[in-house]
């Protein structure tokens, strides 16, 4: 499973995750934390946009956060500082949204947030929680309903005695329906004595909400329950009313989120959904949700035909949409099938697919969603209009019944004061076409006219059908709407239309969204390879000759990287392609192609103009500073003059012309970085480039002494001199402070020669010296960084290095060392001769260099 199918179900997964690092105050308290990567559902859910939150602190994007009565920076930091992982659920002023969140850190300093908007979950409890009164006082009137209800309700005396349980709750303690009376609920408790926990609560409050619950069923099956208790009166007995859901996902998907350690793959392999791939119309992996859904082994559903497992009546529509989809239309958003289990049962389930790659290939990702419980509530709710009116008045979708052959509204439920500003009495007299802009009306009434048509051929087929669609608010402001509709015949038969209206705003800015990030790069805001590649054959006509590429690569982008960091890279890029902007025409196609690759498409554009157009971009960059860089840029352009010539050998001729100018720029410009990070380096400590001089002279006055020509004298000289220019990638206070380093600390300072390496080694002028900065910290005996070589396996060069820069050290010391006397010194250095420094280097440094014999060191 690779890496690239991961980061897609993140990318996909309606989960919200992000990625940070905290930030600490001088005193070591978490003070702020740096978004460094977000998912579409972060954005859906924070409503806010990534470009708005990547690389900012979250004081900046969300300035009100720290006004928020819960301390998110407090307990996210505790988690990147201490580890483990925390789950909890809150609620946030500045976003106004309930969320569940799972923390946890993946390495020191960093965290993952996983998060999901439990806003509805909470007003669905409370909505629960006003029908549970309702129920307590009309029983016999809701009598149906709790015989229907898809979850467990039961009356129970104190000491556990069921008086009655609706089927759902037969079903979940598998109980036959003349046999459950008198029987004891204690039983089926993992743990009696949490019975009379519970019975104690209910007792002392009257009624508890919430209470988890692990039960056993006689079958063996053990799962957890989440459940409500009332004390009620029931057939003049003092009893429990209980209300019971089957929590076990749930609790199993928390338990395996919080001891994964590959966040990818558990998200995978425990996602609420059912997530599968299918390619060449089999499925090639899926997860154990899918498994457990449809009964069969994960090795039983692999290469299994995908539509072989969808209901024979749905399997055209599944297979039309399957296509679509794989051919890049834009089918039917989430349509619904039955899907046929192992042990021959249907299971409903709405399906979210996204087109992918598997393997290099073409794929389908599956989303799927068990709505089974959705569709029974739907016949059942179905059933009666008024416990439908009942249930939509506490929702957030507006429902509406529309009699047509009346021509009128007659009902509208109380969730339209929030959608469009009305009063459910206002809009009832009023003619809903009103509600509808112009260029609307027309389509909707013909889907409508349609529909309404089709269902009084075939009124026992089901029918519905959604529209989208703009409503115009009462303040004027119009909001986009996904309207669900349903035809049906009322008592009278007359002919209704049921319909359920969604505000899918944010639905509408995430698909324009994700449209602008399919065809352009999310850093510089430039068209991206995709597009490049469409408007290339879109342009390559004979009308558009002469047509002109011009391809640009950045010079030193990764020198500057490796150095400074991809914050400050990322600066060069951007104000590389403002100079790119500010030097082309408006018309001109202008897309990055690779990391630091960029081509212009210029249509009827001669070779002439465009070399015009390079001087300008150099002329430009030649003007710009910018700090801790070189803007740089190498250019080569070719034209295509005749409309046989290949448009693809233009590209490799522009290609050509520009790698040709990178090889007479490249070395000059590394060369100037390098002097760049060095001066960056010694201008933020005066004592390390004293340090820096100093052992470069002794490296060479050693070379000398022992006589190792000029070629290995000049390299070791100049390996004196940078062998400290990796320290430009720690922390300015590491270099400076004056106490120990703690651990985490000289970890990362244990860094610098292979950060130095891989800066030096980017120029042929210093590659040979590169290599003696990369093991001067070495040791004879093995027990040096990075690599941990030993005795000959160490470069000669870089023992030289070791013991110039020890001895300058210990004679020159820099932040908390002390100083030591130059008799100290030589003793130190023969004393750790053979094991940490290279004897013979140490006897002619001591002898040859220092003018001092050892017989001399006491």
């Not at 409503?47 to 307990?75: C, H, L, Y």
């Not at 989303?367 to 089974?372: C, E, K, P, R, Y």
């Not at 709710?381 to 019944?401: C, N, P, Q, Y």
């Not at 009346?406 to 459910?424: A, E, N």
Request: proline letters at 3%; one cysteine or more; aromatic letters at 12%.
């Amino acid at each position: 499973m690779d890496e690239m199918f991961f980061e897609s179900i993140v990318k996909n997964s309606p989960m919200a995750y992000a990625y940070h690092k905290i930030i600490l105050n001088e005193a070591g308290t978490p003070c702020d934390y740096v978004f460094l990567d977000v998912n579409s559902a972060f954005e859906e859910m924070s409503g806010m946009k990534r470009e708005n939150m990547i690389g900012k602190k979250v004081t900046e994007a969300m300035p009100n956060i720290q006004g928020d009565s819960f301390d998110w920076i407090k307990v996210y930091g505790k988690v990147a500082l201490d580890g483990g992982m925390e789950e909890y659920e809150r609620y946030s002023e500045v976003l106004d949204r309930w969320y569940r969140v799972y923390v946890y850190s993946p390495e020191l300093y960093y965290f993952v947030v996983n998060f999901i908007d439990i806003s509805k979950e909470r007003k669905q409890v409370e909505e629960r929680d006003q029908l549970m009164e309702i129920l307590r006082e009309r029983d016999l009137e809701f009598h149906f309903i709790i015989e229907n209800l898809p979850f467990c309700l039961g009356m129970v005396q104190l000491d556990g005695t069921f008086l009655y349980i609706n089927p759902s709750g037969q079903a979940l303690y598998e109980l036959e329906e003349a046999t459950y009376y008198g029987q004891s609920v204690i039983p089926y408790w993992e743990e009696s004595k949490e019975w009379i926990h519970f019975v104690e609560a209910v007792k002392v409050t009257g009624l508890i909400r919430d209470y988890e619950m692990n039960l056993k069923m006689p079958s063996g099956k053990v799962f957890w329950a989440i459940g409500i208790g009332m004390l009620f009166q029931y057939q003049g007995k003092v009893c429990i009313l209980l209300a019971q859901y089957d929590i076990t996902q749930r609790r199993q998907a928390e338990k395996a989120l919080m001891e994964s350690e590959e966040k990818f793959r558990s998200i995978f392999e425990y996602a609420s959904e059912c997530i599968l791939i299918v390619q060449n119309s089999k499925i090639q992996i899926n997860n154990p949700m899918f498994s457990n859904l449809l009964g069969y082994s994960k090795e039983e559903l692999f290469d299994k035909p995908f539509l072989d497992l969808v209901h024979e009546e749905d399997r055209p529509k599944a297979k039309k949409v399957y296509y679509e989809r794989l051919s890049g239309e834009e089918p039917e958003k989430k349509p619904q099938y039955r899907v046929v289990c192992k042990d021959g049962s249907i299971v409903w389930v709405e399906v979210n697919g996204v087109w992918a790659k598997w393997l290099d290939k073409p794929a389908i990702e599956y989303f799927l969603v068990d709505i089974t419980e959705q569709k029974k509530v739907e016949d059942a709710l179905r059933a009666s209009e008024e416990k439908l009116r009942m249930i939509m008045g506490f929702s957030s979708d507006v429902t509406w019944i529309y009699n047509f052959d009346q021509l009128k509204l007659t009902y509208v439920s109380p969730s339209i004061f929030h959608f469009l500003g009305y009063h459910p009495e206002e809009l009832m007299e009023m003619n809903p076409v009103e509600l509808v802009p112009n260029e609307f009306r027309l389509k909707t009434k013909q889907i409508l006219i349609q529909n309404i048509k089709e269902f009084m051929a075939h009124p026992e087929e089901s029918n519905t059908y959604t529209i989208e669609l703009q409503n115009i608010h009462m303040d004027g402001k119009r909001i986009w709407t996904e309207m669900s509709s349903k035809n049906r015949y009322n008592d009278k038969m007359e002919v209704e239309i049921v319909s359920s209206s969604r505000n899918i705003e944010e639905r509408k800015y995430a698909q324009q969204e994700v449209l602008y990030l399919s065809y352009h790069d999310q850093l510089t805001g430039l068209y991206n390879r995709r597009y490049y590649e469409e408007e290339l054959r879109r342009m390559d006509t004979k009308n558009n000759l002469p047509i002109t590429m011009i391809l640009a690569d950045v010079n030193g982008l990764k020198l500057t990287n490796d150095a400074f960091g991809h914050m400050i890279g990322d600066l060069l890029l951007k104000r590389t392609v403002e100079i790119f902007h500010q030097n082309s025409r408006c018309g001109d196609i202008i897309a990055r192609i690779g990391g630091d690759e960029f081509v212009f498409l210029l249509s009827r554009t001669s070779k002439e103009e465009a070399e015009e157009m390079i001087s300008r971009m150099k002329t430009a960059m030649a003007k710009e500073k910018v700090e801790n860089g070189i803007l740089s840029v190498s250019f080569g352009s070719a034209t295509k003059t005749m409309a046989d010539q290949d448009i693809y050998y233009i590209f490799s001729e522009a290609e050509n012309a520009m790698y040709q100018q990178k090889l007479k720029e490249s070395i000059s410009m590394r060369n100037q970085t390098i002097q760049i990070i060095t001066d960056t380096l010694f201008h933020d400590n005066q004592e390390e480039e004293t340090h820096n001089r100093r052992v470069s002279e002794l490296c060479k006055e050693l070379a000398i002494a022992m006589e190792l020509g000029e070629d290995i004298i000049h390299h070791v000289t100049v390996a004196g001199f940078y062998h400290d220019i990796g320290k430009i990638g720690l922390d300015k206070h590491i270099i400076s402070k004056m106490e120990p380093m703690t651990e985490e600390e000289w970890i990362q300072f244990r860094r610098h020669p292979e950060k130095g390496y891989q800066i030096l080694k980017s120029s042929a002028e210093f590659a040979q010296a590169a290599q003696y900065v990369l093991s001067h910290h070495e040791r004879m005996d093995g027990e040096g960084y990075p690599q941990g070589i030993s005795g000959e396996d160490i470069p000669l060069p870089a023992r030289i290095l070791s013991v110039a820069d020890a001895y300058d050290t210990m004679r020159n010391p820099r932040g908390y060392h002390k100083k030591w006397s130059q008799e100290d010194a030589v003793r130190e250095l023969i004393k750790n001769a053979g094991t940490q420094f290279d004897e013979a280097v140490v006897r002619v440094f001591v002898d040859m260099v220092l003018r001092q014999s050892l017989e001399g060191v006491k």
